[in-house]
């Protein structure tokens, strides 16, 4: 069994109320999370537990269950704006504009195609039921989507949600 943290050396919390999100010392990840998940097609809310140890005052936020990414088994991309994201904005307050994505966005959209053929090929056939031509065709649709995440962060962006309370419309241009 693994654990984000070992039982006797701290806690593990799955909710933490707003008032406590400065002490979470990786808030800025969740938008490299979204990115990814915007990336991967994650058709579940995106979940994650906190952490500290023992004597630490800071959380540390581990982001857990990718199992909904590529549509589930589906392994299809039904995009939509409020697929993929964290259930409070407050875990986007830190979100100023696009540099806010940064590493993750410029990474996702350089990713080297020969990086993910290498990984496909690493994966056991018996978690794609064997069809190399439904892994060929995963592959083929996650380069193709690296162009895309923007956009579907953008549609999120502009969702009735309004989860980037501190955009600043000079940064909202894409490139």
């Known amino acids: 069994m693994r654990f984000v943290i070992e039982p006797l050396e701290g806690t593990v919390f799955d909710y933490l109320p707003a008032a406590v999100f400065d002490r979470v010392r990786n808030l800025n990840d969740f938008a490299g999370m979204l990115a990814l998940d915007k990336w991967t097609c994650n058709t579940n809310g995106r979940q994650a537990v906190f952490w500290k140890k023992t004597r630490d005052k800071k959380y540390t936020a581990t982001f857990i269950d990718q199992g909904y990414c ?4 589906d392994w299809d991309f039904p995009d939509s704006p409020l697929r993929g994201v964290y259930p409070r904005n ?3 307050a830190g979100v100023s504009g696009w540099e806010s994505f940064e590493p993750w966005l410029s990474r996702i959209e350089n990713f080297d195609p020969r990086v993910l053929w290498e990984i496909a090929e ?54």
């Open 70 to 73: 590529f549509n589930a088994g």
């Open 122 to 175: 690493a994966v056991p056939p018996e978690w794609y039921g064997s069809s190399l031509t439904d892994m060929e065709l995963l592959i083929e649709q996650l380069i193709s989507r690296r162009s895309k995440v923007r956009e579907l962060i953008d549609s999120f962006r502009k969702s009735t949600r309004e989860p980037f309370q501190n955009w600043k419309e000079q940064f909202a241009a894409a490139r």
């Open 90 to 92: 407050e875990v986007y």
